[in-house]
Nanobody, 123 residues
Framework: QVQLVESGGGSVQAGGSLRLSCAAS????????MGWFRQAPGKEREFLGG????????YYVDSVKGRFTISRDRSKNTVYLQMNSLKPEDTAVYYC????????????????WGQGTQVTVSS
């Protein structure tokens, strides 16, 4: 049984930082890719970036490039999203997700999802 459990969300002032964690179990990790998404109220769920579990290769969309960093700790089966220089427009529910093979930017490609964690950035 695949399970993704996120943690680390919360409230922060603009310019601050948060680190989200996604603890995974039940996957054949070397064959999976992990993605981070977010969904703000009234908006579509958007892809932020991904990481190949096996190689550690990462990808980011332009809106978060240079501010967000995705990493993984294979010994803990955990993927992280380090978020720096946060802005009020980063306020959303953040999700991690897993898919077989390489990461993509389409939410429909991801089979497994975490429960989401709220991030609120105040100005």
């Amino acid at each position: 049984q695949v399970q993704l459990v996120e943690s680390g969300g919360g409230s922060v002032q603009a310019g601050g930082s948060l680190r989200l964690s996604c603890a995974a179990s039940g996957l054949t990790f070397s064959t999976y890719a992990m993605g981070w998404f977010r969904q703000a109220p009234g908006k579509e769920r958007e892809f932020l970036g991904g990481i190949s579990w096996g190689t550690g290769t990462t990808y980011y969309v332009d809106s978060v490039k240079g501010r967000f960093t995705i990493s993984r700790d294979r010994s803990k089966n955990t993927v992280y999203l380090q978020m720096n220089s946060l802005k009020p427009e980063d306020t959303a529910v953040y999700y991690c997700a897993a898919k077989w093979g390489v990461y993509t930017d389409s939410r429909t490609d991801y089979k497994y999802w975490g429960q989401g964690t709220q991030v609120t950035v105040s100005s």
